[in-house]
C-alpha cells in the first residue's frame, strides 16, 4: 500500500513539473515580463488588442502594436520598424490611443518613453507646429483633429520628433537624435 501511495506521488509530482515546464515556455524571439505570466509580444494572439479578460474595448481600434526596449534614434526606429515587417506607430484617433494605453501597459516601468511616427522635420520655419505621421505623410489631426500633447498643444520647435510617455500614452517630443525605446505597429493599405 505505502509503495502505491508514494509511486501515485511521485508521478503527480513528475506531472505537475512537467506541465509547469511546458507552459512557461516561450516562443523564440518573446520575452517574458518579470513577474508576471505575459509576454513581450503577443504576435500569434487572435486577442492581441484585446484587454487580459479578452474583451473588445468599448472604443475598438484594429491596430496591433509591438514595443522594443532597445534604445534608439527616431530614424533608427523608423527604420528597425520596417526591417520587422511593420511601421512606427501612429495614433491618429481616440480609438487608436486606448487601443495603445491597453496595449503598452505591461511595459510601463521598463522605459518611459517609445517613439511613434509624429515628427516636424522638414516643416518650414513658420509651419513648426505642423506636425506628420511619417508613415502616411498625414498632418496630425487629418482624421478628426486627435491630437494627445501632455503640455496641450504641439511645441513652437523645429526638427522634433514625437515619443509616447509612460502608460498615460501623452506625447512628448525631443530631439530626433535622442535615444528612446520605439513602438511599431502592424502596416495597414492607406
Given at each position: 500500500?505505502?509503495?502505491?501511495?508514494?509511486c501515485?506521488?511521485?508521478?503527480?509530482?513528475?506531472?505537475v513539473?512537467?506541465?509547469?515546464?511546458?507552459?512557461?515556455?516561450?516562443?523564440?524571439?518573446?520575452?517574458?515580463?518579470?513577474?508576471?505570466?505575459?509576454?513581450?509580444?503577443?504576435?500569434?494572439?487572435?486577442?492581441?488588442?484585446?484587454?487580459?479578460?479578452?474583451?473588445?474595448?468599448?472604443?475598438?481600434?484594429?491596430?496591433?502594436?509591438?514595443?522594443?526596449?532597445e534604445?534608439?534614434?527616431?530614424?533608427?526606429?523608423?527604420?528597425?520598424?520596417?526591417?520587422?515587417?511593420?511601421r512606427?506607430?501612429?495614433?491618429?484617433?481616440?480609438?487608436?490611443?486606448?487601443?495603445?494605453?491597453?496595449?503598452?501597459?505591461?511595459?510601463?516601468?521598463?522605459?518611459?518613453?517609445?517613439?511613434?511616427?509624429?515628427?516636424?522635420?522638414?516643416?518650414?520655419?513658420?509651419?513648426?507646429?505642423?506636425?506628420?505621421?511619417?508613415t502616411?505623410?498625414r498632418?496630425?489631426g487629418?482624421?478628426?483633429?486627435?491630437?494627445?500633447?501632455?503640455?496641450?498643444?504641439a511645441?513652437?520647435?523645429?526638427?522634433l520628433?514625437?515619443?509616447?510617455?509612460?502608460?498615460?500614452?501623452?506625447?512628448?517630443?525631443?530631439?530626433?537624435t535622442?535615444?528612446?525605446s520605439?513602438?511599431?505597429?502592424?502596416?495597414?493599405?492607406?
Amino acid at each position: 500500500m505505502f509503495d502505491k501511495t508514494l509511486c501515485s506521488s511521485f508521478l503527480i509530482l513528475l506531472c505537475v513539473q512537467l506541465l509547469a515546464a511546458t507552459t512557461t515556455k516561450l516562443v523564440p524571439g518573446l520575452a517574458k515580463v518579470p513577474g508576471t505570466n505575459l509576454t513581450r509580444s503577443h504576435r500569434n494572439s487572435a486577442v492581441n488588442n484585446f484587454p487580459i479578460n479578452g474583451l473588445p474595448p468599448l472604443t475598438y481600434s484594429t491596430k496591433k502594436y509591438f514595443f522594443y526596449d532597445e534604445g534608439v534614434t527616431f530614424l533608427e526606429a523608423w527604420n528597425l520598424c520596417r526591417e520587422k515587417g511593420q511601421r512606427l506607430a501612429a495614433i491618429e484617433s481616440y480609438q487608436d490611443h486606448v487601443a495603445y494605453k491597453e496595449q503598452v501597459a505591461p511595459y510601463v516601468g521598463y522605459e518611459t518613453s517609445h517613439w511613434i511616427a509624429a515628427t516636424n522635420i522638414g516643416a518650414s520655419s513658420h509651419d513648426y507646429r505642423k506636425f506628420y505621421w511619417i508613415t502616411n505623410d498625414r498632418p496630425i489631426g487629418y482624421i478628426n483633429g486627435f491630437s494627445n500633447w501632455i503640455e496641450g498643444e504641439a511645441p513652437n520647435d523645429n526638427d522634433l520628433c514625437v515619443a509616447t510617455y509612460l502608460g498615460s500614452a501623452m506625447w512628448i517630443y525631443g530631439s530626433c537624435t535622442s535615444s528612446s525605446s520605439y513602438a511599431c505597429e502592424e502596416p495597414h493599405d492607406v
